[in-house]
């Protein structure tokens, strides 16, 4: 029966269908319980007010109270970079201040949007080559075109394949 509310104790004396003898003994054992509970949760809400007032007081303000108490807040931060530090990667509009250029790709992971391909620098050494997300290589055709020919070749090389059968 879905739709419908249960059968409860309160409704068995409404039922006719049900015997009369054990309709009121129900009927009332569940309107005892009800009141019980109605009890309890009256109990509770007079406590729970009881002890809300016990935390009250009246406050009175005087003009020059300070409402807000004083929170000393940590100094500004320092620039991290001294006058004899490394000079700026950026400039003051955020533009890269060098560029530096890709001497090579050594290594590709995933593919598609998500590809990333393994930089090795102009004058750095290969251990500190970076992953690059393709997307920042736009200006790179070319050397792109060289990695995907190598790739194809290494490919090749691996499956025995000719370059007359690819």
């Not at 005892?32 to 109990?43: F, T, V």
């Amino acid at each position: 029966m879905s739709g419908e509310n249960p059968l409860t104790a309160a409704d068995l004396d409404i039922v006719g269908a049900l015997a009369p003898t054990l309709t009121p003994p129900m009927t009332k054992l569940f309107r005892q319980l009800c009141d019980r509970a109605e009890s309890h949760i009256l109990k509770a809400k007079w406590q729970q007010k009881y002890y809300a007032e016990t935390k009250r007081r009246a406050v009175e303000y005087v003009v020059g109270d300070k409402l807000v108490p004083h929170r000393p807040r940590p100094c500004a931060l320092v620039p991290s970079a001294a006058d004899a530090a490394w000079p700026p990667i950026h400039d003051a509009a955020g533009n890269p201040t060098e560029e530096y250029k890709v001497d090579y790709i050594m290594d590709q992971r995933s593919s598609g949007e998500a590809a990333q391909y393994l930089m090795k620098w102009r004058r750095t050494p290969e251990d500190q080559a970076t992953w690059k997300p393709a997307h920042h290589l736009t200006g790179c055709p070319a050397l792109l075109r060289v990695w995907r020919r190598r790739q194809r070749r290494r490919l090749r090389a691996r499956n025995n394949i000719g370059p007359s059968e690819a």
